[in-house]
Nanobody, 124 residues
Framework: AVQLVESGGGSVQAGGSLRLSCAYTDNPGSRYTNYCLAWFRQVPGKDYEGVSALEGDGRITYADSVKGRFTISKGQNSLYLQMNNLKPEDTAMYYC?????????????????WGQGTQVTVSS
């Protein structure tokens, strides 16, 4: 998937919920038929953190910090991240990303395509 556009960020109080969406377009000229789709987040001054990833075969990975609270899902050319019981430490810019093949343990440097990001702010 290439050309990813995120939406759905915003400001909520701790304990609240947000649903992020990522609309993506495929590359019809690509030789790849399998893509990893993932959500990352980043706070200023820190590296990207892998939040959740969806393999082409349906396997899902979550960061330990979000297990039980976040849910990744996929629709027609869309990727979603349902975030429940949000905490102040979830505050970050959230990015949708994809790369051909497998998810490579959500190593940000391995992902070729990125959206522009959507800000999530959680207040205590």
């Amino acid at each position: 998937a290439v050309q990813l556009v995120e939406s759905g960020g915003g400001s909520v109080q701790a304990g609240g919920s947000l649903r992020l969406s990522c609309a993506y377009t495929d590359n019809p000229g690509s030789r790849y038929t399998n893509y990893c789709l993932a959500w990352f987040r980043q706070v200023p001054g820190k590296d990207y953190e892998g939040v959740s990833a969806l393999e082409g075969d349906g396997r899902i990975t979550y960061a330990d910090s979000v297990k039980g609270r976040f849910t990744i899902s996929k629709g027609q050319n869309s990727l979603y991240l349902q975030m429940n019981n949000l905490k102040p430490e979830d505050t970050a810019m959230y990015y949708c990303a994809s790369t051909p093949g497998w998810c490579r343990d959500m190593e940000a440097a391995e992902f070729l395509y990125w959206g522009q990001g959507t800000q999530v702010t959680v207040s205590s």
